[in-house]
């Protein structure tokens, strides 16, 4: 049974680009949240999707934006990167009902130069 | 608006020794209320969860946390240490309506477990 995957694992971008990363949620999972993990700190949530559509949201700028597919699937993509939004981004998948906790990836390290 | 402090930033003890982590949480309605770990370069791996009823809560590797509503605490508790659960561990609080998922974390205690 996968449990939730991310990619990339890695990766480095440069102040202004644009980036996507990706997410796979927990076999029989059908809703993905977001967080933003900044070093030292704890995760800070972003937002989350729920068929297919996003159902709540964190105190983040509109640079990040996402989407879920009917796979569940989820795609998180921020532009015009500033170098704060280096940070391990990590997804998370749970079933869309009230008693269900979180299932955490690994995450995606992004560094923005 | 929700909370999380975890008055610790880094504990270290001895291993077999008793831990104890400290979590205090705001809340303006009943919590729902988890404790997770996490492993360098890794993701948060669940360790208990309280939702309602009994406020003693057993989680796994041999972990359980206590609710005390009046002290708005929710503290990690294991009698004995092993060098395995050396880590961070977060206090996260959530809501009940479907806000559950939108959960508020602590900043984290580094434990450090010494030979």
């Known amino acids: 049974d996968a449990g939730v995957t991310q990619s990339p694992t890695h990766l480095i971008k440069t102040r202004g680009q644009q980036v996507t990363l990706r997410c796979s949620p927990k076999s029989g999972h059908d809703t993905v949240s977001w967080y933003q993990q900044a070093l030292g700190q704890g995760p800070q949530f972003i937002f989350q999707?729920?068929?297919?559509?996003?159902?709540q949201r964190g105190n983040f700028p509109d640079r990040f934006s996402g989407h879920q597919f009917p796979n569940y699937s989820s795609e998180l993509n921020v532009n015009a990167l500033l170098l704060g939004d280096s940070a391990l981004y990590l997804c998370?998948?749970?079933?869309?009902?009230?008693?269900?906790?979180?299932?955490f990836g690994n995450g995606t390290r992004l560094t923005v130069t | 608006a929700q909370s999380v402090t975890q008055p610790d930033i880094h504990i270290t003890v001895s291993e077999g020794a008793s831990l104890e982590l400290r979590c205090n949480y705001s809340y303006g309605a009943t919590p729902y209320l988890f404790w997770y770990v996490q492993s360098p370069g890794q993701g948060l791996q669940l360790l208990l969860k309280?939702?309602?009823?009994?406020?003693l809560v057993q989680g796994i590797k041999g972990f359980e946390a206590e609710f005390k509503r009046s002290q708005s605490s929710f503290n990690l508790r294991k009698p004995s240490v092993h060098w395995s659960d050396a880590a961070e561990y977060f206090c996260a609080v959530g809501g009940q309506g479907g806000s559950n998922y939108k959960l508020t974390f602590g900043k984290g205690t580094l434990l450090t477990v010494n030979p």
């Open positions: 998370a998948s749970s079933l869309g009902g009230r008693n269900s906790p979180l299932h």
């Open positions: 999707y729920y068929e297919e559509e996003e159902r």
């Open positions: 309280y939702f309602s009823g009994d406020t």
